[in-house]
């Protein structure tokens, strides 16, 4: 019996805790490994079942997210290819849970997500779930008709000038003067071998992410619940050098290799950086 089907048992309660009694004194620390697993996939699959919800005649309903808070001790526990494993270990199990629970009716989310975070407040061995319904990915984008200048009679903008701004108040009228904002360099986004757009980047250091309501990112890239909310960070250094800072729950690739996690890569203009089904690329000026 392998390990994600046993677990899948011991979330149905078919069976008890006799398969790891039976384990050997080497196996230790894999039954840790499986009862922790086991214990938050339980929690996970109840906080599911609370959130789940099938309206008439539609679909499934359940969040597109579950947030597992560890406490500081337990963070330091699982880390790199521990951690890996126990996000995927959820992700499987979960994901088959989600199908079984919704019986014949069809989920309306295609794929979730499961990340681990830390709760300061918890004891070692105490973890929370949160569930989280991100309404960010159904955003519009509103397009309005451009102005022609030559026939408004307003002149025309100028981006070399000095931005000023006219506030008028009760007692006077007063001139915010605003520094006019500098292009470092820009940056390509492409998806599935289309180019979306190219986005003007103006700070020495940006985040790069799906996002959220709670979480803004400077290079938001929308539509795949794959991107973690901050997947990457990029900086750019005076001397005109680009370095990348994976953060994401799945890989980041520069020039097809794979970047370790929260490892600080230098990437140059003319090397592909993939997140999942996105691929960007630095302009300078």
């Known amino acids: 019996m392998g390990l994600i089907e046993s677990i899948r048992k011991w979330i149905d309660g078919e069976s008890g805790e006799g398969l790891l009694e039976a384990a050997d004194e080497h196996a230790r620390p894999r039954r840790i490994w499986e009862e922790f697993l086991v214990k938050i996939a339980r929690e996970v699959e109840a906080v599911m079942q609370r959130e789940m919800f099938t309206p008439p005649g539609g679909p499934t309903y359940i969040p597109r997210e579950y947030i597992v808070y560890l406490s500081a001790e337990d963070d330091r526990d699982w880390q790199g290819d521990k951690r890996r494993g126990l996000e995927q270990g959820l992700f499987h199990v979960l994901s088959e849970r989600a199908r079984e629970l919704s019986g014949q009716t069809p989920l309306a989310a295609k794929s979730f997500a499961v990340e681990l975070r830390v709760d300061g407040t918890l004891s070692k061995g105490e973890f929370r779930v949160q569930g989280v319904w991100d309404e ?43 520094p006019r904002v500098i292009e470092l360099y820009s940056m390509e986004v492409w998806r599935d071998g289309v180019r979306e757009s190219v986005v003007p980047i103006s700070k020495p250091e940006i985040t790069i992410g799906r996002g959220s309501r709670s979480i803004t990112v400077d290079l938001p890239l929308k539509g795949d619940p794959e991107v973690s909310r901050v997947h990457a960070v990029l900086t750019r250094e005076n001397d005109g050098r680009y370095w990348l800072t994976p953060k994401g729950r799945n890989p980041t690739l520069v020039g097809g290799r794979e970047l370790p996690r929260e490892d600080r890569t230098e990437v140059r203009p003319d090397e592909k950086i993939a997140i999942c089904n996105f691929v960007l690329r630095i302009q300078p000026r």
């Open 136 to 178: 960010t990915e159904s955003g519009h984008t509103m397009v309005t008709p451009r102005v022609d200048l030559s026939q408004s009679g307003k002149p025309a903008f100028n981006p070399n000038d000095t931005i000023r701004e006219t506030i008028e108040t009760a007692e006077n009228e007063q001139t915010i003067v605003r």
